[in-house]
């Protein structure tokens, strides 16, 4: 459903309706793409190439949405078990740090705010909710009355968030 480079590491987060996300490590094809010897761009892609470092299990349903924090080993998911889970990972393992619970229906996305210490998610319950990262607690939520919320996206100084709905507005 989802697939998210880390800003810095090596590293890919993916998820998918099997209720998993996946950790990545995609070093060894950096490696080889920076390597003088490849001829073909079909030499470059290979599954072993990029290495399965954990799967990370604990959502109920169909996971929607994975990303990476730009700065602390943390990532966020959300799912159709209206759950956004916060997940600690280190090089060779992860595990879920906990739950943030408020949904209504199947979370759509969330992401981590570049600047704040704050996760925001949204909904097919048509709210947007701004979530506290340190105490884990609901900070404000914002409903439409006759549209979904479908995608989230920060500005680069973490000050404006766009939302994606059903009709664009």
């Not at 810095?8 to 996946?22: A, V």
């Not at 949904?103 to 048509?126: A, L, Q, R, Y």
């Not at 979530?131 to 989230?152: G, S």
Request: hydrophobic share 35%.
């Amino acid at each position: 459903m989802c697939a998210q480079f880390h800003q810095s590491k090596d590293l890919i987060i993916s998820c998918s309706l099997d209720q998993t996300l996946r950790l990545w490590d995609f070093s060894n094809l950096r490696k080889k793409y920076t390597s003088t010897s490849i001829k073909k761009p079909t030499e470059i892609y290979s599954a072993n190439d990029v290495e399965l470092k954990c799967v990370l299990e604990g959502h109920d349903r169909g996971v929607n949405w994975c990303c990476f924090h730009p700065t602390l080993n943390l990532i966020a998911s959300g799912a159709d078990d209206r759950k956004v889970k916060l997940w600690k990972y280190v090089d060779t393992k992860a595990w879920e740090h906990d739950s943030l619970y408020g949904h209504g229906h199947n979370v759509s996305s969330v992401i981590f705010s570049p600047k704040m210490d704050i996760v925001v998610s949204d909904s097919e319950d048509k709210t947007i909710r701004i979530w506290d990262l340190n105490k884990r607690l609901l900070i404000e939520t914002y409903k439409r009355e006759q549209e979904r919320f479908w995608m989230l996206a920060f500005h680069h100084e973490g000050n404006l968030i766009a939302a994606g709905s059903d009709n664009g507005n």
